[in-house]
Nanobody, 117 residues
Framework: QVQLVESGGGMVQPGGSLRLACAAS????????MGWYRQAPGKQRELVAS???????NYTDSVKGRFTISRDNAKKMVYLQMNSLKPEDTAVYYC???????????WGRGTQVTISS
């Protein structure tokens, strides 16, 4: 059973930056596409960025040009660099497997990101 632990969240002002990190246990991490998801209060969880096992990234339109996803397979880590943050980026951020892989591992606790002046 793979365990996922997210970290790096916090409260920043609009225009600020944060770098999220996700640590995964298990030896099969490098085989799967991974993604960062977020869930704002009262909204469904959405996939905002994903990265293939070959490190090819993909982003939802609302974060293109501002967020950068990366992975370090040797360390079993996935990162999300978030720049030019906006209040609408406020959410709990989670990492997990991503499409086209259809099975999600157990969700971690996530990390809270709050953008406020």
């Amino acid at each position: 059973q793979v365990q996922l632990v997210e970290s790096g969240g916090g409260m920043v002002q609009p225009g600020g930056s944060l770098r999220l990190a996700c640590a995964a246990s298990g030896s099969i991490f490098n085989l799967y596409p991974m993604g960062w998801y977020r869930q704002a209060p009262g909204k469904q969880r959405e996939l905002v960025a994903s990265i293939s096992s070959a490190a090819r990234p993909n982003y939802t339109d609302s974060v293109k040009g501002r967020f950068t996803i990366s992975r370090d397979n040797a360390k079993k880590m996935v990162y999300l660099q978030m720049n030019s943050l906006k209040p609408e980026d406020t959410a709990v951020y989670y990492c997990n497997t991503a499409p086209p892989y259809t099975t999600r591992w157990s969700w971690g606790r996530g990390t809270q990101v709050t953008i406020s002046s």
